[in-house]
């Protein structure tokens, strides 16, 4: 069985069109779509029920961000594979087949992840968003081919899985100990990537599975939250998975960026703002210094894969968007 989940905050008409998209094929297939309503308090919930009535709707009383999100769905569901799609994405013909056909012949396939197209405003996809999630060195998680032009020719193994556009078997998740619903938004896929991988589980791109995608329509690439959230998440996500030396490189990057726009902030509003989300994020993420430790020594102590394994994989530099 398959169930597809696209998360909703505040923005019903991004999502009814996200499902709309789905319809024919789940009918086809016999995939339930769920929406999940993170305590949105705007009519939201009523909007997408009355626009889409065949979909299971599930509402969360309070934001408690993506992966909490699904976590509800999938606490709720009893399907074999989880299909997540952004609320601000299109599904393409085929999406959802192409994703979960390969688990069957590979059972040691954690995740799938999609072709995801950007959609500029004239209507136009012909510049990659993604097909996978890639690390560098430095623990700056990102799109892979993000920007190249469509379409790419990209191996299919990859390091990690987009939370945007993608298919997750659930033993997997679950046996990888799940989303990391304390960092609320960013990063949660790179997480969770790493945690498959350590597992013993493989992610595999399908360039044949297409979305579109509106890139940050719900939450804004300048926003306080974005800033904020991607850059306390990359800091945490590095220091839990990745070898000391990513960590120093991650917490160095930051400080100079912090420092960078501190001095631009002297003549740009726009720079100061963005200096103190820097240093708020930075704060955040020492105040979860001894709660991260004990979590990477968790992780170390389930692990079946070494992280030199892993990080082995990883490319000496990335193509790909950044926060």
């Not at 779509?33 to 299971?56: E, H, M, Q, Y």
Request: charge should be positive.
């Amino acid at each position: 069985m398959t169930e597809v989940v696209v998360v909703n905050w505040r923005r019903a008409d991004l999502t009814i069109a996200c499902v709309e998209s789905l319809r024919a094929e789940a009918a086809a297939s016999g995939a339930t779509v769920t929406v999940v309503d993170n305590g949105s308090g705007d009519g939201s919930a009523g909007r997408i029920a009355a626009a889409a009535p065949w979909v299971r709707l599930v509402q969360v009383p309070d934001n408690r961000g993506f992966a909490a999100g699904v976590g509800a769905a999938l606490a709720a569901s009893d399907a074999e594979v989880l299909v997540l799609l952004n609320n601000d994405a299109l599904a393409r013909p085929g999406f959802v087949s192409e994703l979960v056909g390969p688990f069957a012949a590979s059972p040691r396939l954690g995740a799938t992840t999609a072709r995801l197209l950007l959609l500029d405003a004239d209507g136009t996809s012909d510049r990659t968003n993604s097909t996978g999630n890639v690390v560098d060195r430095a623990g700056n998680g990102g799109d892979r081919d993000w920007q190249r032009p469509h379409p790419v020719d990209s191996p299919a193994e990859v390091f990690g899985f987009g939370g945007g556009a993608c298919a997750l078997r659930v033993t997997a998740v679950r046996d990888s100990g799940g989303f990391d619903e304390s960092l609320f938004m960013y990063y949660e896929d790179t997480d969770l990537s790493w945690k498959l991988r350590r597992r013993g589980w493989d992610v595999r791109y399908v360039g044949a599975a297409v979305a579109l995608h509106r890139h940050a329509s719900s939450s804004g690439v300048e926003s306080e939250l974005f800033v904020t959230s991607n850059t306390r998440n990359r800091l945490v996500v590095a220091l839990r998975h990745g070898p000391w030396s990513m960590v120093s490189r991650a917490v160095s990057r930051t400080t100079v960026r912090l420092l960078v726009d501190g001095l631009h902030g002297i003549r740009s509003p726009r720079e100061r703002r963005r200096a103190v989300w820097r240093a708020r994020a930075l704060g955040q993420f020492l105040a979860r210094v001894p709660r991260t430790l004990a979590e990477r020594r968790a992780v170390d102590a389930g692990a079946s894969v070494s992280r030199a394994t892993v990080v082995a994989t990883l490319p000496t530099g990335a193509s790909a968007s950044e926060g």
